[in-house]
């Protein structure tokens, strides 16, 4: 692919037969584009590879905005409308937020039309970029808030999620059985398994090329049912396994997401699935503040809710102060500093910037976000979110923050 600047489409490179109305409806839209070189290569390369699709957006305005916005700010999904062109008159209403039933639905009936015995890895992918056009020009074309785009980039990775465990689930529960709880004197109690979303899934405030933080969570001891009986340890630590595997091999699609554990019991020293148990007591005796602290964000994304909600309920009495205590503070702020200088090592240029991470960026906002919703969550529930925008209009309205600090603070 040739950089932006030397892309040029000369006469000889118009499709045959000429597109008159695609085309002047196409100039036209290149004239407000971010990237007009971008758009005028990359229209033109799709009437050539479907014509009869090109004349009919001819007279489709919105949907044809919505191809040369994605056109003028993405070239990677430029190049997949080249390869799944009919994506574009697939695409679901771009007028209104899609729930996460509607992607549970869409990502179904995809699924079913590939003819596949099992989602893979490469389907999710690819249902995730299919979606992913959608959400793309929703913003490219100022349809929605940014808020709103977060929350819809954070429910698709739900959908995949939650689709995802089912089909792991599915398979090893055929081959081992049906994991059970020994604590249960009917022999009744399946046990159950959830995942949890921390960080910005967790906060339902997901970037476009955000890693998903995860925890992953089941009931309790026993054994499964089948006659290749296992624990339900080792059971859940397969569905745990495969389903990261699920969502983080490369294929021809790319890969879902990267997949991210550290912020579990113990860091990337514990286990990769743990027993509600097991979890009650890392909390209550052993954890460190800050991994509190980011259990503000804690929310279940896929799996069984009522398990997920007894840990955030179990967990949520310890996150929040219930004296003005400046200790917890400078605890907090200890940790800022920490990561502060890890990226003070890691940067190459005094001028580089990162806008996570360097001073007044993203990560510091949430910083400050949380210390306020910790010492003040005790007594003003309402301010308890995991949704760092959400979170700063109710300190607002708690009078927590002026109206100053409010607006820098969004902005």
């Not at 305005?61 to 390869?83: G, I, K, M, P, Y």
């Not at 003070?344 to 400050?368: M, N, S």
Request: overall charge negative; glycine content about 4%; aromatic content about 6%.
């Amino acid at each position: 692919m040739p950089r932006v600047e030397e892309l040029s489409v000369t006469s000889a490179s118009l499709p045959d037969p000429q597109l008159p109305e695609y085309e002047r409806r196409i100039d036209a839209l290149e004239e407000t584009a971010i990237d007009p070189a971008r758009v005028r290569h990359y229209a033109h390369e799709f009437a050539a590879r479907v014509p009869d699709l090109a004349a009919a957006l001819a007279s489709d305005s919105e949907r044809l905005r919505c191809l040369a916005a994605v056109f003028a700010c993405s070239r990677f999904l430029s190049e997949e409308l080249l390869r799944h062109p009919a994506w574009i008159a697939d695409m679901a209403d771009l007028h209104r937020a899609s729930s996460l039933d509607e992607y549970k639905n869409r990502l179904d009936a995809f699924w079913r039309s590939h003819d596949a015995a099992a989602q893979t890895a490469h389907d999710l992918a690819l249902f995730r970029r299919k979606e992913l056009l959608r959400i793309v020009a929703r913003d490219a074309l100022n349809l929605a808030p940014l808020s709103e785009i977060t929350l819809e980039l954070s429910l698709l990775a739900d959908a995949i999620l939650s689709c995802a465990l089912e089909t792991v689930s599915a398979e090893l529960e055929a081959r081992y059985g049906t994991p059970m709880l020994e604590e249960d004197p009917s022999h009744q109690g399946r046990a159950a398994f959830v995942v949890l979303a921390l960080g910005k899934l967790g906060g339902c405030e997901l970037n476009y090329s955000s890693d998903i933080d995860l925890m992953f969570l089941y009931s309790g001891n026993g054994d499964t049912t089948g006659p290749h009986k296992i624990t339900n340890r080792e059971f859940f630590k397969k569905v745990a396994n495969q389903l990261m595997h699920l969502l983080s091999t490369y294929t021809a699609a790319g890969l879902c997401y990267r997949v991210d554990l550290r912020l579990r019991p113990e860091g990337s020293l514990g286990e990769v699935c743990i027993s509600l148990p097991a979890a009650r007591d890392y909390y209550a005796n052993r954890r460190r503040d800050w991994e509190l602290q980011m259990m503000i964000k804690g929310r279940v994304a896929a799996g069984d809710t009522r398990l997920g909600q007894q840990l955030l309920e179990f967990v949520e009495p310890c996150i929040y102060s219930t004296t003005l205590d400046f200790s917890l503070i400078e605890s907090m702020s200890e940790t800022r500093e920490r990561i502060s200088e890890k990226l003070a090592r890691k940067r190459l240029r005094k001028d580089d910037h990162d806008v996570k991470l360097a001073p007044g960026g993203i990560r510091d906002i949430e910083f400050l976000v949380q210390c306020l919703q910790r010492l003040h969550g005790a007594r003003e529930a309402s301010v308890r979110h995991g949704g760092t925008l959400l979170a700063l209009s109710r300190l607002h309205e708690k009078d927590l923050l002026s109206n100053t600090e409010l607006s820098r603070l969004s902005d």
